[in-house]
């Protein structure tokens, strides 16, 4: 919720609504130790594991438990867990059990286990309400649901408790008409370290009003290491003028008649004035009690602060938080591409900060590199938002490039991608410039095509120099998708890319990727 400010009075608008300020761990010490890897749990044991702590209906019905591996994107470290999933598609109308009505969608209940430790990270239903909240309705308190959210946490976190403090809303300070839109009381538990959050760390609980059962439950707590002494920082009073230089302040209509807990945001005044000319006021309201007030409310000069933007407490910048580099606000545009035959797609690239400018240029028709050319994919690939990151501890999978080469994610996550092979006692060469050839099978490896291409017999190549090339399947694969093209009947295998070719075939990639495959695209292939 944004920031207001009345404007007659100066108040803080609406007045107590909020979060509690105890940043009081829950416990002063640890209750446990964090759970350690051991021998592979089977599919019983961790829906067993689910069953044991969370309440499923007694009609649940289980649909599949599958294995999967996933990157958590923060370490070089590979999960494995259960995902279970039940649908539960009839409930009992009334207390005698003698009659059923048929839900207007099936009641999905979902949980993901760790399947090297056995914890629940998560568990996740969608009961039916279709009339609201009464306070008849209601079977547990307020504060019996905090009680129980903090006793589930201890029993299923107990190795962080002394880094967890609980931040919830202020019902008090809530209408009664907000509280009936409330199915669940929510209790987030902050991980906070000598009395600094650990990013978005925390575990996430819900708690459902008319049984008193947990209806959600979300761990986003990691094993990373933070530092044992916190760094010189920038003090709060920079920290808080380069904060408020992202801001601008605009005068809007809040009217009164509207939930605040439900519809946060301000009203701008000439939308307001449509709306009463219109009689399109929002229907239902009690105009004898509708006032409007008039509040200052902080609104971001730039849509990107909304996105993973955070400032550096050290050095003062602010910086892109899923790649860690400067951030750049506003839409950046080179000099050199205006005109230029690859602009469209050149002018994507550097909105992705896939292309890096130079006093305002790109340099297009520059040979790209073998880094600069997987740093352009890979970020493509994520929509801008390249966000993986290894500790100094991983064993770099290329003896050229370190953990302190600027180009050390990106070698990393493209091996774990499968978009290259590693070979630690061989080089990757991220300097040096890439050809068609290589750039081809980048682009067939990322569409999860490798195994495929690897077959030749499927494929014919009609080029004249198909004699030349070696990874004649990959290459076949991208001139049939139309990614990229031969001059002259010829593919020149061995010819370098330039910046603004590059651009273009990623650029193509991305169009033929969407329509291939499902929207629910792999971020990894084996």
């Known amino acids: 919720m944004p920031v207001q400010v009345e404007a007659a009075t100066g108040k803080l608008y609406p007045e107590g609504v909020g979060y509690s300020k105890d940043r009081t761990p829950l416990t002063s010490a640890p209750l446990g130790e964090a759970p350690k890897p051991g021998k592979m749990i089977t599919k019983e044991q961790a829906i067993q594991a689910v069953s044991s702590t969370f309440a499923l209906p007694k009609n649940a019905k289980l649909e599949n438990a599958v294995y999967r591996e996933y990157s958590n994107g923060r ?34 209940i979902w949980a993901s286990v760790n399947a090297v430790t056995g914890e629940v990270r998560n568990f996740s239903s969608n009961p039916y309400y279709p009339m609201g909240i009464t306070e008849k309705d209601a079977k547990i308190s307020f504060e019996d ?6 006793e589930t946490v201890k029993k299923l976190a107990p190795y962080l408790t002394h880094q967890l403090v609980l931040e919830t809303t202020d019902i008090n300070n809530m209408s009664k008409e907000a509280l009936k839109t409330m199915p669940s009381f929510n209790f987030n538990f902050t991980r906070v370290i000598e009395g600094i959050n650990a990013g978005y760390e925390s575990v996430n609980i819900n708690i459902d009003r008319k049984t008193g059962e947990i209806v959600n439950y979300y761990n986003n707590l990691s094993t990373q290491e933070y530092p044992a002494k916190q760094p010189e920082l920038i003090d709060r009073e920079k920290a808080l003028e380069l904060w408020q230089s992202q801001y601008d302040i605009e005068l809007q209509y809040v009217p009164q008649g509207f939930n605040n807990m439900m519809y946060p945001y301000a009203v701008a005044e000439y939308h307001y004035k449509m709306m009463m000319a219109s009689g399109d006021f929002r229907s239902g309201t009690n105009t004898a009690d509708q006032t409007n007030k008039l509040v200052y409310v ?65 340099n297009p028709d520059k040979i790209a590199t073998r880094g600069e050319m997987l740093k352009m994919l890979l970020t493509a690939m994520n929509g801008g938002y390249f966000s993986a990151m290894y500790e100094s501890g991983r064993t770099a999978s290329f ?22 092979d590693k070979n630690p006692k061989g080089t990757f060469n991220p300097d040096a410039p890439m050809t068609r050839e290589d750039m081809a ?39 049939g998708l139309g990614i990229m093209t031969t001059s002259e009947g010829s593919f020149s295998p061995d010819t370098e890319v330039t ?10 990639y991305l169009e033929k990727r969407a329509t291939l495959q499902d929207s629910m695209f792999p971020y990894y292939y084996k």
Do not use: C
């Not at 938080?321 to 035959?341: C, M, P, R, T, Y």
């Not at 996550?413 to 978009?419: E, G, K, S, T, Y």
């Not at 999860?448 to 399947?473: C, E, H, P, R």
């Not at 910046?499 to 193509?508: D, E, H, I, L, P």
């Open 441 to 479: 099978e980048l682009i067939v490896r990322a569409l999860g095509y490798n195994t495929l291409a690897k077959m030749s017999d499927l494929f014919k190549l009609s080029v004249a120099d198909s004699a030349d090339i070696s990874k004649q399947g990959h290459v076949a694969i991208v001139l």
């Open 298 to 362: 902080s609104v971001p000069k730039f849509q990107n602060m909304f996105n993973g933007i955070f400032l550096d407490g050290v050095t003062g910048e602010w910086r892109n938080s899923h790649n860690g580099q400067k951030a750049i606000f506003g839409k950046l545009e080179a000099h050199d591409i205006v005109g230029h035959w690859a602009g469209k797609e050149l002018q994507l690239m550097v909105e992705y900060g896939a292309l890096n400018l130079k006093d305002g240029n790109v």
């Open 145 to 150: 649901a905090k009680a129980k959210a903090t």
């Open 499 to 508: 910046r603004a070719q590059a651009a273009v075939a990623f650029f193509r």
């Open 399 to 420: 003896a050229d490039v370190a953990a302190d080469n600027q180009y050390f994610a990106y070698v990393e996550n493209a091996v774990d991608r499968n978009l290259i």
């Open 75 to 108: 370490s070089s470290d590979m999960e494995t867990i259960w995902d279970i999933n039940w649908t539960v598609k009839e409930e009992d109308s009334n207390s005698s059990g003698t009659e059923k009505t048929i839900l207007p969608y099936p009641n999905y």
